[in-house]
């Protein structure tokens, strides 16, 4: 730690292939809804799934991405971990919220010294907080060409009393956390997992109380930006509407309850909402157009909660004009069906992808 307080997050590696099979982290998502736990192992074919799992959280237990309760959520924690019989402790978490600064700069071309030192020096004219109350990382993205001596550098600040909420809250409960993430790269690092970094893509995950937008072009990540809108706000409109409970409600929203009251007041609902959606996805694609006009994007990949809600994927295509898939984290990776249902499996995987994320970070041993 320098004297200005400098010290780093652990943010995602270059995307350079493993040389040789690694322990991994087990990915902890904690979301203002629920908790969601990953665990994979890396075979000399890919990844497997060894064990996943959700589990409810009170009502208030975060709020913005921060803590507000947590020995509640450290209970729920390591309730589900013993249930699921998981042995690794090592925990890697992501971040987001009003506490997370994610920034792209462009730099003069440095050795990796040099541009700490640069950044250590210089952050307070990047991000709006104290430099002393910030966690800080950064990552070149080795944009400089043999004409271009600069390159573009991300640069991530997070303020240290949310994380180190979250730190103490997983030590408390028997973990050992050596991994702290921000949202959107870890969905990035889920689709990676899947499918590489080649192709031009707009990853979307809803979560209940946010949306979460990466844009991928040839392998970089080009915009990364957290939405204070989710999924939750749609449950809650049609439990008020419905005069039901929010499981009830919920599954209203994703279709598995068909309500044929007040369906033309469900369908009002469902467009002003997903419209808000899709509002905000398209503004960050036509600010990726303004900056790479001769670039085309692909496929917009949702996942989240909140893609799980009937019709939403056909929604997005129609408002975008742009190919929409829903994401299952899982793909690629082996799953023994006798110790996973493949049935809660394809249920559950669009909501686990930053878990899944998560789960595919090395760690040392």
Request: glycine share 6%; hydrophobic share 40%; proline share 4%.
């Amino acid at each position: 730690m320098g004297k200005s307080g400098f010290k780093k997050l652990q943010l995602p590696p270059l995307h350079i292939p493993f040389l040789k099979r690694q322990t991994l982290a087990l990915g902890l998502d904690i979301g203002s809804h629920a908790v969601k736990i990953c665990e994979l192992a890396e075979t000399a074919n890919g990844y497997q799934l060894v064990a996943l799992g959700s589990a409810l959280l009170p009502p208030d237990s975060l709020e913005d991405g921060a803590l507000q309760d947590p020995d509640a959520v450290g209970k729920v924690i390591t309730s589900l971990v013993n249930n699921l019989k998981i042995k690794n402790k090592k925990v890697a978490i992501s971040i987001s919220g009003y506490s997370v600064i994610v920034k792209k700069i462009n730099l003069a071309v440095m050795t990796e010294d040099e541009l700490e030192k640069h950044i250590e020096s210089e952050a307070e004219q990047y991000i709006p907080f104290d430099i002393e109350d910030v966690y800080l990382d950064f990552q070149d993205l080795k944009t400089n060409t043999t004409t271009e001596d600069r390159t573009d550098v991300m640069l991530v600040a997070a303020k240290r009393d949310v994380v180190d909420g979250y730190l103490n809250m997983l030590r408390t409960a028997g973990l050992q956390p050596v991994v702290v993430d921000v949202d959107a790269f870890a969905l990035e690092n889920a689709f990676e997992a899947n499918f590489g970094l080649a192709d031009n893509v707009a990853l979307v995950d809803i979560g209940a109380s946010k949306m979460n937008i990466n844009i991928i072009s040839h392998g970089t990540s080009i915009l990364a930006r957290d939405v204070v809108l989710g999924s939750r706000q749609l449950t809650e409109q049609i439990a008020n509407l419905l005069g039901v409970d929010f499981e009830e409600a919920e599954a209203v929203k994703t279709g598995e309850i068909v309500s044929k009251e007040n369906r033309t007041e469900l369908e009002e609902l469902f467009a002003n909402t997903c419209n808000q959606w899709v509002t905000e996805v398209k503004r960050a694609i036509d600010f990726y157009y303004s900056n790479h006009p001769d670039e085309t994007i692909s496929k917009i990949v949702l996942s989240g909660g909140g893609a799980k809600i009937q019709g939403l994927s056909d929604f997005f295509e129609k408002e975008t004009d742009i190919p929409v898939e829903i994401f299952n984290p899982f793909k690629q990776a082996a799953v023994d069906s006798r110790g996973i249902d493949p049935a809660y499996l394809k249920s559950i995987a669009p909501e686990m992808t930053l878990a899944a994320g998560l789960a595919t970070r090395p760690v040392e041993v």
